[in-house]
């Protein structure tokens, strides 16, 4: 009998996935278990296994193409066995992505089609549209044509991303967008290429809209003599080279002592309540390929640098080969972004809900400071911390703050 | 008003309407000289004499088809089922003569007999003394069904029902009889059948339940209320004629429903109401409707088993989470 292979989930917050690559190709014998392809989910590649012993009869979701969870992606069976019914439950395939033509030919002149904005094609946009129907409640198909809002437009929020009432309501509540620019198309305008937008980045814009606009931020900024910090980290490194302690890893494992300290930071707003949280999971900023991630360095208070550091490295480096296991990038109680590596001096982050705050390290840099009416050269180094203000307060981030100053700029606190 | 349990009111409405009317009589197995299997006739063989109160040889087709009989010579009969797993002994002549005699009598015959026992499961009685039969007898055209789940429902029903000229069907709940509630003192007090009552009003989610369910609903609405929403609790009452009116004006209003019944859920109450909602009110729904019945298996006899068929608190409250998209 046919085996349907849909879309699975592979993440706790994945509504659809992209296949990456299919591992198998249309004729090849495949049996239970055996890795079928790669899927991108919102996070990362994962492989699917095949749920079915026969031939991979039908491939219907092409690589670079994507499916919402459930759906028909494929079809194995019996060689010569009649697939024609499952096959026509499954939505017509898109055409192919275009080419992204790399530029080794020369920039085509004049008769360039100047750049037409998409209305509702076949360019993905958003992902409840770009493949197969869309899913909404009878309810939210009402209220978006009263409305007048293009249901295309939307994301749903329920079960297998069907549009209902919330997200209807969330669009009207909010005020009409301008309207899009429309380009006055210039002989000689830019050139341009459309990619679709990769899961992460998806996934990256639907969080992070989440955060700054219905979270109340506010920001605190101070400045810190790394020099103790720095020495600490020279004397550690110099006993056993193989630690290779960063400061980044003092940072953490300060950040962590300061929590354990001030609890009313490593905490979150949750509707009705705020939870503290009982250790400080630290989440580690990590630049991907195409995004970020935060993989969390869990009970950072409880763990020894050398731990810390061991930790981050190895998570860092399965980040970067998008190798994380969903429980290893959720549920942070606390995060980190450093861009000092960039030469950053100082930025702000946006808070990674339901998180309750983020701390942005800048770069260390010496600097002429006074000590004692004398000028004198410190490494200092600035953070700024984003607060949630429904469960942070000014005075109470300010006093986490000094809390993790005192320590930075006297590490020895870390074993009293 | 007087706090009794939903035995003494039933018992109240019996007294009141033998008195009121000497055309209506009882007869049943155990209803006269032992008080009834449940205590709900206690009494009564007493103040009204062995001519109004019979007990009957066990033969319950024999004994709904002489209600039937004497129901076309014009008395008023009250039969009562020990529970009404046995009335499928009687169900020819519930079915056939009482529900069609009007219509098949071109009008000359009303039928003004009240059908009336415990339905629905009792405690490890197993699969044959454990059935709720609504669904069978609301299926039929001739037939009223109604389910009280309160002791003032059930006694201004009752009374209803005796008054009324066509034959209804009164399913009680074993289970629920010792229930305690508020009823009228008035002896007039009655509740017109086909009217739903709105035992509880919220913005968010609606549970339509009947009979057993009800005081199970209204117990997770008041759990569901802390967890932030707000559920309207609608108890139909009169199962045929049904008030749909009543559920849908809900349902647009909260755009989200949960259906809960001790009965099966294979061609049961919850899925007519579920169809007529779909019917009526399509796009006010923001989210499929969701059943919780009883377990699509014979009752079971073990505890453990039997807690799990039937409906509890705890699945009310996971089904109107799911409606309304919070899991």
Redo the contacts between chains.
């Keep these: 009998m046919a085996t349907k292979v849909i879309m699975p989930k592979l993440s706790p917050t994945m509504e659809e996935g992209q296949i990456s690559r299919w591992l198998k190709k249309e004729g090849d014998k495949v049996s239970m278990g055996e890795p079928l392809a790669e899927i991108d989910t919102d996070k990362a590649t994962m492989e699917m296994q095949a749920l079915g012993n026969g031939v991979l009869r039908k491939i219907l979701i092409n690589e670079g193409q994507s499916a919402p969870l459930g759906q028909l992606i494929a079809v194995i069976g019996e060689p010569d066995e009649d697939i024609a019914s499952l096959l026509s439950e499954a939505p017509p395939a898109l055409p192919q992505l275009e080419e992204q033509k790399e530029t080794d030919e020369p920039p085509p002149a004049p008769d360039l089609k100047p750049p037409q904005p998409q209305v509702n094609g076949r360019q993905p946009q958003a992902a409840a549209s770009d493949s197969g129907r869309m899913i909404v409640s009878p309810l939210a198909a009402r209220m978006a044509a009263e409305a007048g809002i293009d249901l295309r437009s939307l994301q749903g929020s329920g079960p297998g991303g069907r549009i209902i009432k919330r997200d209807i309501e969330a669009v009207i509540s909010k005020p009409a967008p301008a309207p899009a620019p429309s380009y006055v198309q210039h002989a000689g305008a830019a050139a341009y290429r459309d990619e679709p937008a990769s899961q992460i980045r998806q996934t990256i814009a639907k969080r992070l809209v989440t955060s700054l606009g219905p979270v109340p931020h506010f920001f605190l900024t101070t400045e810190i003599e790394m020099d103790r910090a720095a020495e600490m980290r020279k004397g550690i490194n110099a006993l056993d080279p193989d630690l290779k302690i960063s400061i980044n890893d003092i940072i953490i494992k300060v950040a962590a002592a300061a929590l354990v300290q001030h609890p009313q930071v490593n905490a979150s707003f949750q509707e009705k309540i705020v939870r503290y949280y009982e250790q400080a999971d630290i989440g580690v900023a990590v630049a991907i390929e195409d995004g970020l991630i935060t993989p969390v360095v869990r009970a950072a208070n409880q763990k020894s640098l050398s731990q810390i550091a061991a930790e981050v490295r190895e998570l860092a480096e399965r980040a970067r080969s998008k190798r994380l296991k969903p429980e290893e990038y959720t549920g942070a109680t606390f995060s980190i972004s450093n861009l000092g590596m960039f030469g950053i001096d100082e930025f702000t982050a946006v808070i990674n809900p339901p998180e309750g705050a983020i701390l942005a390290v800048g770069a260390m840099s010496a600097k002429p400071v006074v000590r004692d009416n004398e000028i004198v050269i410190r490494q200092m180094m600035r953070v700024t911390m984003s607060c949630d203000h429904r469960v942070i307060d000014g005075a109470t981030g300010a006093k986490f703050l000094q809390t993790f100053k005192k320590i930075l700029e006297n590490p020895l606190y870390l074993v009293v | 008003m007087a706090t009794i349990t939903i035995r003494e009111a039933l018992n109240q409405a019996l007294r009141e309407e033998l008195a009121r009317d000497e055309k209506v009589f009882l007869m049943g197995e155990e209803v006269a000289q032992y008080d009834g299997a449940y205590k709900v006739t206690k009494g009564l063989l007493h103040e009204f004499g062995s001519k109004r109160v019979i007990d009957t040889p066990i033969t319950e087709l024999g004994f709904a088809g002489l209600g039937v009989g004497a129901a076309m010579a014009g008395l008023r009969p009250i039969v009562e089922f020990m529970t009404f797993n046995f009335s499928i002994l009687a169900t020819d002549q519930i079915i056939n003569s009482a529900a069609k005699m009007l219509y098949m009598s071109g009008g000359q015959f009303n039928i003004p007999i009240v059908f009336r026992g415990p339905g629905g499961s009792a405690f490890q009685v197993s699969s044959q003394h454990s059935q709720a039969l609504e669904s069978w007898y609301a299926y039929f055209p001739g037939l009223k069904v109604v389910m009280p789940s309160t002791p003032a429902d059930a006694k201004g029903l009752l009374k209803s029902a005796i008054r009324d000229d066509d034959p209804v069907v009164f399913i009680e709940q074993e289970r629920m009889y010792g229930n305690k509630g508020e009823v009228p003192d008035d002896p007039d007090f009655t509740i017109p059948l086909g009217v739903a009552d709105v035992k509880r009003e919220g913005k968010d989610v609606t549970i339509v339940a009947r009979s057993l369910t009800v005081p199970l609903a209204l117990k997770a609405a008041e759990q569901l209320e802390q967890q ?1 929403v707000s559920c309207e609790v609608i108890d139909p009452r009169t199962i045929r004629p049904l008030d749909i009116d009543t559920i849908i004006a809900s349902v647009k209003k909260t ?1 989200r429903v949960v259906i809960a019944e001790e009965s099966h859920p294979i061609c049961g109450v919850g899925a007519e109401i579920s169809a007529e909602i779909m019917e009526r009110a ?6 499929p409707v969701k059943r919780v019945s009883g377990a699509d298996v014979p009752m079971p006899y073990a505890k453990n088993l039997e807690n799990l068929a039937i409906p509890d608190v705890n699945r009310i409250v996971a089904a109107v989470r799911e409606v309304a ?1 919070l899991d």
């Design positions: 932030g755009n399509f796009d006010y729904l923001d989210a998209y």
